[in-house]
């Protein structure tokens, strides 16, 4: 038999109709005749068309209900994805538009088939997705599908910056920067209020102070005010301003003289023998001062908890001198010329967890047997910065106090701090004369970091 005789045979047989043998010859003779083969091929024809028909319509179904995706983005930041046809399966479009973009930051590149951009805000962005696939007929209504990508709000655009009540009680500024020539180098210092405190409009707690004293010493002092005393911030601004105001009136230049002959002799622990009545002294006061205030306000002494750390600073032909104090866990550093060694001014009082923080407003420290462990005595050749912060800067940027001892962990905090770097000309970075510096610096200290919104304070001498 031939084709057609085969598939009359075929179709009779599923329907039940057979040939009977003894038929044969008319079966044949009748499978050839020229309207049966018209026949035949007509019924493959529609055959091929309803199986065309289901394929579209079966592969329609299927793009309609495939699960098409974008990675998510953010708001403010730039954005790049791909609309990869051979990962998705698409490859048999002929056509396609992605549409919806307007008024997003996004655009869509039909030739690369890429997404780009940088999204303005945060919300789920719905696009249109138009296209026709291989096997439609020409002219086809193209088929429409709705896609969409998720922009993430900017965590940092959640907080709220409140601006604190400036008559409110012990009120301070939110935030404060300063540039000024200390001692014949350059300080630079900001304190800025915490999102954790502009979210409700709270106060920073966190303060500093400095000076140049008659001698040619320099202090600089930086304190953090406890989060939970009420008048933390009370406490700290006391603390910075009784520091200086004591070594003021009592590291004149009378009784210092005896230290630049000790420096001029070369008799470095002379010099901490020296120096540590005023350091001790400065501490004592700023305990006194804290107390004295509390019993004039009628508040318990713990109200006013505020760690502290300062020191005092001279340069010599030889050399720069440095005595410190510390309590609670404001770290201070010093970094040597060429910024491969650091020294560290002072131990954390971090203890074994979190509440293990001391304050100066807490009179056992100064009957502790450790006491004098307190105070630290360098006497350097050159130096490139000395480094005072709270741990609004010390927990993002250096996590743990073991870290403080690593020379890389500071070169990349003065690499991130270091703006000049980044942008030489836009941003003229960390330089002796430059005045910009301090917008620079109060401009970082926003930095984000998720889980850090404490207040933030960082003195920088160079």
Not at 367 to 372: K, L, P, S, V
Not at 375 to 404: C, H, Q, W
Not at 435 to 454: K, Q, T, V, Y
Request: aromatic residues 12%; negative net charge.
């Amino acid at each position: 038999m031939n084709d057609i005789q085969k598939y009359i045979f075929t179709l009779l047989a599923n329907q039940g109709i057979h040939s009977p043998q003894q038929f044969e010859k008319e079966f044949l003779e009748f499978a050839v005749r020229e309207e049966n083969i018209k026949n035949v091929s007509l019924i493959r024809q529609l055959q091929v068309q309803m199986t065309q028909a289901w394929q579209i319509r079966a592969r329609r179904l299927e793009i309609a209900g495939q699960y098409i995706t974008f990675p998510n983005g953010m708001a403010g930041r730039p954005y790049t994805a791909l609309f990869n046809f051979e990962t998705l399966n698409l490859t048999d479009l002929t056509s396609h538009s992605l549409t919806g973009f307007e008024g997003t930051g996004l655009e869509y590149d039909a030739v690369t088939r890429t997404i780009s951009g940088t999204p303005d805000q945060g919300g789920d962005i719905t696009l249109e997705f138009t296209y026709n696939f291989e096997g439609e007929e020409e002219g086809a209504a193209p088929n429409v599908k709705k896609l969409s990508i998720i922009i993430n709000a900017d965590p940092k655009s959640l907080w709220k910056d409140i601006p604190s009540d400036a008559n409110g009680l012990y009120s301070k500024p939110d935030n404060v920067a300063e540039i000024c020539q200390l001692g014949g180098k350059t300080l630079v210092a900001a304190s800025r209020r915490g999102r954790s405190h502009a979210n409700i409009g709270g106060y920073r707690d966190d303060d500093y102070d400095y000076a140049e004293l008659e001698n040619g010493w320099s202090v600089i002092a930086v304190s953090d005010g406890a989060g939970s005393a009420p008048a933390g911030r009370k406490g700290s601004e006391i603390a910075c301003n009784a520091v200086v105001d004591y070594l003021k009136h009592q590291f004149t230049a009378e009784r210092s003289s005896v230290i630049d002959e000790a420096v001029s002799a070369n008799a470095k622990e002379k010099i901490k023998e020296l120096g540590l009545p005023y350091l001790s002294g400065a501490a004592n006061h700023a305990f006194e001062e804290i107390e004295h205030f509390s019993r004039e306000a009628a508040m318990p002494l713990s109200n006013f908890h505020a760690t502290l750390v300062f020191a005092l600073v001279k340069h010599y032909p030889q050399g720069s001198a440095f005595m410190t104090f510390s309590i609670g866990d404001c770290p201070m550093a010093l970094l040597n010329k060429d910024m491969t060694e650091v020294t560290l001014m002072n131990k954390l009082d971090v203890g074994e967890f979190g509440g293990g923080t001391r304050f100066i407003t807490m009179p056992e420290i100064f009957r502790a047997d450790d006491f004098e462990a307190r105070f630290r005595f360098e006497f350097v050749t050159d130096f490139s910065y000395f480094v005072l912060m709270t741990d609004g800067i010390y927990d993002p940027k250096f996590e743990v106090e073991a870290n403080l001892d690593k020379i890389e962990r500071w070169q990349h905090f003065f690499e991130d701090l270091d703006l000049e770097r980044k942008n030489r000309e836009a941003l003229p970075g960390m330089r002796r004369g430059n005045d910009d510096i301090r917008d620079r610096l109060a401009e970082w200290m926003d930095f984000w970091s998720p889980g850090n919104h404490d207040d933030r304070t960082l003195a920088i001498l160079f």
